[in-house]
């Protein structure tokens, strides 16, 4: 297949892997200081090319939207300001490689290695970066809202600047406690400060995943048993607690259910044991009040539904 540059203009008549087996886009010795202009500004949109391994190329200011180079390694690459959006680079290795200004919008990255490279300035926007290693990379200026960076890793990498709204960063390795969990906040308080949160209960006033505990308002609860159980990851984390918000999507999860319970509670800042993202646990605390949740049926369509016919 034809390869054409962005203007549209045709640049050479084999495809991808013949100029690659024939040694082009390297940086070859007699261009040693200088850049390989052989692939610079080309259109690879939709291109498949998988499992290769490509060392020392230049593909500057090159498109590769919606391509499929799953598997492929890049070694001291040269890939500054290309176009990545929506391409499917899984399990993908950048490796020593320059990709500033590059633009990896709404791309799968799920399980890449992106080490010792540069890359500031990119844009990562709505990107699947599950799993994604950036150990010792630069991704300074660098835009990652609405990224999916569970189980990412970054160390040794820098990230000053970087746009993190809307990042998911659950469960990730190499950046500050704080930038992932709430429990910086209550780290902060004094330990005896009284802080508020919501329980969701099913109709049993018990909670929906631990349901050996019957809630009721004005009492207190306390996950150590008087000190008998202690706090552990595994065996005993806690009472998991969340904000409003968790709570009522939770809710709407579960069917939307007037016969389900929401409480507000409260706790000290010194009893909160863990350190999620959006929910967290405390080891003791006391049910104030039941937030009627029939004020909120009505928001998602339920409450002026007579009857309702699945088939």
Not at 99 to 118: D, P, T
Not at 209 to 225: F, Q
Not at 288 to 305: A, F, R, S, T
Request: net charge negative; charged share 25%.
């Amino acid at each position: 297949m034809a390869i054409y540059n962005i203007a549209g203009v045709k640049k050479y008549d084999e495809d991808l892997e013949t100029l690659l087996d024939e040694g082009l886009g390297v940086s070859a010795e007699i261009l040693v200081g200088r850049e390989n202009y052989d692939f610079r500004g080309l259109c690879f949109d939709d291109i498949k090319l998988n499992d290769r391994v490509l060392n020392g190329h230049y593909f500057d200011e090159c498109t590769f939207r919606g391509a499929d180079l799953s598997g492929c390694i890049f070694t001291f690459g040269h890939l500054r300001e290309c176009d990545f959006t929506g391409a499917n680079l899984q399990g993908v290795q950048f490796l020593n490689c320059n990709m500033r200004h590059s633009i990896f919008s709404w791309a799968n990255l799920q399980g890449a290695e992106i080490k010792e490279c540069m890359m500031r300035s990119v844009n990562f926007r709505g990107t699947n970066l599950t799993f994604v290693d950036f150990e010792g990379s630069d991704l300074r200026c660098s835009d990652f809202r609405e990224a999916n960076c569970r189980q990412s890793k970054w160390h040794g990498s820098r990230f000053v600047n970087c746009d993190w709204r809307a990042t998911i960063l659950d469960k990730t390795n190499g950046i500050p406690r704080w930038m992932k969990n709430q429990k910086e906040a209550y780290d902060l308080m004094p330990a005896n400060h009284k802080c508020i949160s919501w329980k969701l209960l099913g109709q049993s006033y018990r909670g929906i995943y631990r349901p050996h505990i019957v809630y009721e308002v004005g009492k207190t609860y306390d996950a150590t048993r008087g000190g008998k159980s202690p706090i552990d990851a595994t065996t005993n984390p806690g009472i998991a607690l969340a904000p409003l918000s968790w709570c009522l999507q939770e809710w709407m999860t579960h069917g939307a259910s007037a016969r389900w319970h929401l409480m507000m509670v409260e706790f000290n800042a010194g009893d909160v044991v863990s350190d999620s993202i959006y929910k967290f646990t405390v080891s003791k605390l006391k049910v104030l009040e039941e937030i009627d949740l029939m004020k909120y049926v009505d928001d998602v369509g339920e409450g002026n539904i007579e009857t309702l016919q699945v088939r």
